[in-house]
Each structure stands twice: as structure tokens, then as C-alpha cells.
């Protein structure tokens, strides 16, 4: 089976004049067959996120107008609009709308179900949405509405903008991507009110960004992100949220934006493999965005230097959102309207610069979590999820049932690169369950093909393993599909394991459970509502990849050894002396530096391709 939301690579889109221009026709052709004799250009299956999208075909059919000039596109555009301001601005409250802080105020806002009371917790984001498609409406209306019909407009933005800043709390939801998309309405709108008003309206959205959103970001992996729905980062808001960081800067040339999407933007790329596989959030797992990503994506991996584009996004949504029937929905349409006018182009080749939380050469991939510990691992064009065993979670090695690798002291990280081969040492103080003190040194090397781990432990009682990972997808063309199985060797014993019971907390890789769907039940609230990544932590054990000790390790040693991807015999060697472990494979030689490391406690490691003569010493990497 596939998966359903990771698709193809964004930047795989064409995104030429040419191709923006035939979207918005297939656009123009659909809304004038929909439009209904009261100017409705909802889809006639919405029910949810409805209060914005007839308000969002509408900027499209205007841009659509000041690109392309159809004569049909001007009544429409004035009908459509009129139709919002009738039937679509309310200003009696919704009953049952928790987040009021004026009761009675009669300001404007949108409805998330337009039902009174039928699900008014969405109306806050909905109210940012229909801001944002009316000041996009109001910046293409020259030339398309009359004076009266501007002035409503501006009046009901404005309205808008008071409900969210001064009727409600703001930011309800602990939403990154709504929060930074309300501050975008206000910036967008001031420039259409009179100088001292508009000056205001800019003042308080940069204030509510310094003081609300960026005072409030969380750490994760070294990086200060916006909090998204009570986590650090969600893979299908996150890039939500960098294009609206993208879009402010943009507009309001405050280099804080640029700051901060650059810091979004390089801590996408460490957590992203080069496949552009993604997984975990706090509100969604693995659904995907789609076009509401490519703004952001685009237009930061120039300034970064990278190949954010690669990205794998919901392609379905590749243009504009759509209904299930492909029906063109105008939820969201304003990043299609200013993707469409940014000029950035797309930067598609990899960052050069190593950094602390990921390793990545070729067609191979790790991305480390918090702890320095593989999130997740591509080879091969195969995706490897940490695996679950007895409740604990992780890569590394495993005795008597209990996983070594939560740090009790600082990780130490050393990169490497010598003779086409990219390598990180990383060197992790851990407790046994003894709690005697174990030093965890794991070694990744790659040629950009395949991928050697080398872990290396104090001497372990009982049948110590490594626990290897859990195979989860794998590239399939444009798609991702679910597989159960990887190409991995190992110098010890290998066994691929399956759970023997059933339940909730159980994951068989060989079953057709997603992991979002697997997360979901085991989190604590719904689906859509709950927390995947912690449910995703309440398994007991998965699917897994075992490694045996490897064979010939010095005394007083377990030494682990695997190979992920292709590859002829594996035999590594393996020999200790004052320099520290030396490990030998088919591809290169390295040294990993003794657990004291050097002068400065950092572990040292020295790497020789097959053609080298001598050593090659790294000094740290600090990041």
C-alpha cells in the first residue's frame, strides 16, 4: 500500500509563468461553470473551513483578471465578492465560542461551519484565513470594484483584524502557522488604510509577533521554533508556517522574519532525508501539505542554500486545495496568489555544511532527534523509523531488555569527510539499568550509497543486540509505499522481529496500520486532536531490525556493526590501541578516539577512504 499524503517532491512542480497562468484558467473555466445567482463560488460539497472560500476564488479569479484580462472574470469577481459580504461576515457571536474575551462586540468574523454553534472552535483560524483572502482581494482590485464595494471591504478586513486582536484571545489554539498568518493579515492590511491608522495596524502586528509568537518559541534539535499546536514543529504546519514567514519578510522587509525562517528553514532541512520523507508532529503525522508549503520552501531554500523542495508534499494539493472529487476549493488561496507573484526561484542542490542533527551525502540519510539519536534513516530509497522495544524507544544497543540511548550528560558530535566518504561520531554517556555508567560511541559512515554504523560499548552482559531500526516506506516513484523489510547486513547475527501479540501498542510493520494511524489511537485525545508523537511513545514494541555483537571485538568491548543499502561481503575488523578503536570495512578505515577524547573531552576521529595513506584527524564540529 501507499501512503496517502507523501508524494512527490514539490519542487517538481513546474512553476513557470506559463504553468501558473494555466492553473488559474483551469480555475477561471471551473468557478464560472460553479458560480451560482447569488455569487456563490463555494464548493457545493464544503462543510468545514467553508467561512473563507468563496472569498478565496475570488482573488483567484481577480489575479487570474490583472494577468490574463478575460472579459468574463470582472461580473463575477463583483457578484462573488458582493456574495460574501451578505451571506458570509458575521457579527452576532457563535454560540458556544469559547475564546471571546468581548461579548457583544457585533466586529466581523468567519465562520470555521456555518451552522451556528455546530463547531465554532474553528472560527478564530477562519477569521485569519477570510482577513487574508480579503486584503489579497483588495491588492488586485483596481480596475475590478467600484469605490462602495472597496470601502466595505476594507471596513469588513479591518473588522476582521479588531475581532482577532481585540474580541478573543489570540492565538487560541497554540497554532504557529495561524498566529504568524493573523500577523501577515495585519501587515497586509495596513497598507490599505489611512497613514495613521495603517501605521497602528503594523505597530501592534509586529508587537503581537515579537511578544506573542517569537517570545513563546521552543527548542528542538538546537533550533527556536513557533510552537505548533502545543509542539515544536508538525510536519504539515511547519512549512505552513514558514511561508508565512517567507510572506513577511516579504511585505514588511523586518529582517526578524528572515532571521527566524532561516532558523525554521535550516531545521527542516537537518530533519528532512534527501528522499524527502517526513514524519511526527503534535497535531498531524504524516499528512502532508501541499502548495501551501511552496512559498515558504522556495523561497528560504535560496537563502539557506539548500534543497528544501525535495520536501515530499500532498500533490493532490499541488496548485490550490481541492475537494475529493478535484473540484477547485478556495481554502488557502492567497499562498497560491503569492506564490504566484514571488519571483524566488527554487535552490535544488544540497547545503554543503555539516550540521550537528543530521548526516546526509548522496542518496543516504540521517536525521538525529534531541538526543543524537537517528529519527529517522534513509538508504537505498528505504525509510527506517526508531524502534520500540519494551517501552523504550530508539537506535543503539540493547541489554537485557533495556535500551542505552537516553544521554545522562552531554552529547558529544565530531563530522568527518575524507576520499568521497561523509562520517559522524557521536559519543553518548548513558545509565544501564544498573545505572552503571556506559559511554555509547556510534560511528556513521557513508559514500552517499550505503550507510556503516559502528556502535561501541563497554562490555555488556547477557545477549546484548543493537536494536536497528524498524523498516517503514520506501520510494516508489512519486509515491511512498508502506514496506516491512530493508536491505540490511550485519557483521553479527541479524533478525528482522515482528510483535507475537496484538493491540494498540503494538506496530507490525507487515500489517497495513499507518504509523499516524497507529499513533492516533494510542493518543489522548481524537484523531486530528490528539498528540501523534506522544502516542507514537505509549508503543511497547515494533517491527525491528537486531544486530548481534560482531565477532572479533577487543576485550572489554561490544562493538556492533551494520550495513544499510548495497553492497558486497561484510566483514569489518576491528582493533584497539592508544589512538582508540580502529574499524576496518570494505570502504574505509576509521579510528574512533578513546572515551576521554581529547584535551577538551571531545571525541576524536580520524578517517581513511580505501585510497589513503594516512589518517585523516577531524577536529570538532560545533554547532
Not at 258 to 268: M, P, Q
Not at 393 to 420: S, T
Not at 435 to 445: D, K, N, P, Q, T
Request: with cysteine; net charge negative; glycine share 12%.
Amino acid at each position: 500500500m501507499h501512503l496517502p499524503y507523501q508524494r512527490g517532491p514539490l519542487h517538481d512542480l513546474p512553476d513557470s509563468a506559463q504553468a501558473y497562468d494555466a492553473v488559474l484558467a483551469d480555475v477561471t473555466e471551473q468557478a464560472l461553470a460553479r458560480i451560482t445567482p447569488e455569487g456563490s463560488l463555494e464548493h457545493p460539497d464544503a462543510f468545514l473551513d467553508i467561512g473563507d472560500t468563496s472569498l478565496g476564488v475570488t482573488s483567484l479569479l481577480a489575479l487570474a483578471w490583472q494577468r490574463g484580462g478575460d472579459p468574463r472574470l470582472p461580473p463575477a469577481v463583483r457578484r462573488s465578492l458582493a456574495f460574501h459580504l451578505r451571506e458570509r461576515v458575521y457579527t452576532e457571536d457563535n454560540p458556544g465560542y469559547p475564546n471571546l474575551t468581548v461579548r457583544n462586540s457585533r466586529l466581523p468574523y468567519a465562520r470555521y461551519v456555518l451552522e451556528p454553534g455546530a463547531h465554532p472552535i474553528g472560527d478564530w483560524p477562519s477569521t485569519v484565513w477570510a482577513l487574508l483572502q480579503a486584503v489579497d482581494v483588495l491588492d488586485l482590485a483596481d480596475g475590478l470594484v467600484d469605490d462602495a464595494q472597496r470601502a466595505a471591504l476594507t471596513e469588513v478586513a479591518h473588522g476582521y483584524w479588531r475581532w482577532l486582536t481585540e474580541a478573543t484571545f489570540f492565538n487560541p489554539q497554540d497554532a504557529g502557522n495561524q498566529a504568524i498568518g493573523c500577523v501577515v493579515g495585519g501587515l497586509l492590511l495596513a497598507r490599505h488604510l489611512p497613514p495613521a491608522q495603517g501605521e497602528s495596524v503594523r505597530s501592534r502586528a509586529l508587537a503581537l509577533y515579537t511578544e506573542r509568537i517569537r517570545a513563546h518559541r521552543v527548542r528542538d534539535r538546537g533550533a527556536l521554533l513557533p510552537p505548533e499546536h502545543g509542539g515544536a514543529y508538525d510536519n504539515n504546519y511547519g512549512p505552513i508556517a514558514l511561508s508565512f514567514l517567507a510572506q513577511a519578510h516579504r511585505i514588511s522587509g523586518a529582517a526578524v522574519f528572515a532571521e527566524d525562517g532561516d532558523t525554521l528553514a535550516r531545521y527542516l532541512d537537518a530533519r528532512l532525508p534527501g528522499g524527502g520523507f517526513d514524519i511526527g508532529g503534535p497535531r498531524y503525522s504524516e499528512q502532508h501539505s501541499g502548495f501551501e508549503s511552496v512559498l515558504g520552501l522556495r523561497y528560504f531554500s535560496g537563502r539557506i542554500g539548500s534543497d528544501l523542495g525535495r520536501y515530499r508534499g500532498d500533490t493532490r494539493w499541488g496548485r490550490h486545495a481541492v475537494q475529493p472529487d478535484g473540484g477547485v476549493d478556495g481554502h488557502f488561496a492567497w499562498m497560491l496568489v503569492w506564490q504566484i507573484q514571488d519571483t524566488s526561484r527554487w535552490h535544488r542542490t544540497p547545503s554543503a555544511r555539516p550540521v550537528r542533527h543530521q548526516l546526509r551525502a548522496g542518496t543516504v540519510s540521517v536525521a538525529f532527534d534531541d538526543r543524537m539519536t537517528p529519527s529517522l534513516i534513509e538508504a537505498a530509497g528505504t525509510y527506517y523509523l526508531p524502534a520500540a522495544v519494551d517501552r523504550r524507544h530508539g537506535f543503539g544497543p540493547v541489554a537485557d531488555g533495556f535500551l542505552l540511548c537516553r544521554p545522562m550528560g552531554r552529547v558529544r558530535v565530531r563530522d568527518a569527510r575524507a576520499a568521497g566518504l561523509t562520517a559522524k561520531l557521536v559519543g553518548t554517556p548513558a545509565v544501564d539499568r544498573d545505572h552503571v555508567l556506559r559511554h555509547v560511541r556510534s560511528l556513521y559512515v557513508t559514500d552517499g550509497t550505503s550507510l556503516w554504523v559502528t556502535v561501541a560499548v563497554e562490555r555488556l552482559a547477557g545477549a546484548p543486540y543493537l536494536l536497528a531500526g524498524l523498516p517503514y516506506a520506501a520510494d516508489d516513484g512519486d509515491r511512498v509505499r508502506r514496506v516491512a523489510h530493508g536491505e540490511v547486513v550485519s557483521a553479527g547475527g541479524l533478525r528482522l522481529t515482528h510483535p507475537t501479540g496484538g493491540g494498540a501498542d503494538v506496530f507490525d510493520a507487515r500489517g497495513e496500520l499507518t504509523q499516524e494511524q497507529a499513533a492516533f489511537a494510542l493518543a489522548a485525545d481524537p484523531r486530528g486532536y490528539g498528540n501523534p508523537d506522544a502516542g507514537w511513545q505509549h508503543l511497547v514494541t515494533t517491527s525491528a531490525f537486531e544486530a548481534g555483537p560482531a565477532p572479533g571485538a577487543p576485550q572489554g568491548l561490544h562493538v556492533f556493526a551494520v550495513r544499510y543499502g548495497p553492497g558486497g561481503p561484510f566483514a569489518p575488523a576491528f582493533a584497539a590501541g592508544d589512538d582508540g578503536l580502529t574499524v576496518r570495512t570494505e570502504a574505509f578505515t576509521a579510528v574512533i578516539g578513546p572515551v576521554a577524547g581529547d584535551a577538551h573531552g571531545e571525541p576524536v576521529l580520524i578517517l581513511r577512504g580505501p585510497g589513503e595513506d594516512q589518517p585523516r584527524l577531524r577536529r570538532p564540529h560545533h554547532a
